[in-house]
């Protein structure tokens, strides 16, 4: 699982049909600072999520397809499954 940050939308009027009236965003990685790191992601939205929120990713697609627990199986890489309200690092 990592942080990210939701920085857009993908709009796709084609897709497959586990997809369908699923919320799709692009988010960005960043370290527990708020910093961005890496590559953009597509992902999955199953919380509500809209741009600029800090979330939760899940990237393995074993634990987005036990998430939403499809009859098919759906081609997902990355899921956000929640908010990040706040980040605590021990010292």
């Known amino acids: 699982m990592i942080l990210a940050?939701?920085?857009?939308?993908?709009?796709?009027?084609?897709?497959?049909p586990c997809y369908q009236n699923r919320k799709?965003?692009?988010v960005k990685?960043?370290?527990?600072?708020d910093e961005p790191q890496g590559g953009v992601m597509v992902?999955?939205?199953l919380v509500g999520a809209g741009i600029g929120d800090r979330v939760l990713v899940a990237s393995e697609g074993r634990a987005a397809e036990e998430l939403?627990?499809?009859p098919c199986r759906m081609p997902?890489?990355?899921l956000i499954v929640?908010?990040?309200d706040e980040v605590r690092e021990a010292q």
């Open 5 to 16: 940050r939701v920085i857009g939308s993908v709009v796709s009027t084609i897709k497959h």
């Open 24 to 26: 799709i965003l692009l």
């Open 29 to 33: 990685p960043i370290t527990p600072q």
């Open 43 to 45: 992902a999955v939205d």
């Open 68 to 70: 939403l627990q499809f």
């Open 76 to 78: 997902i890489r990355s």
């Open 82 to 84: 929640g908010f990040v």
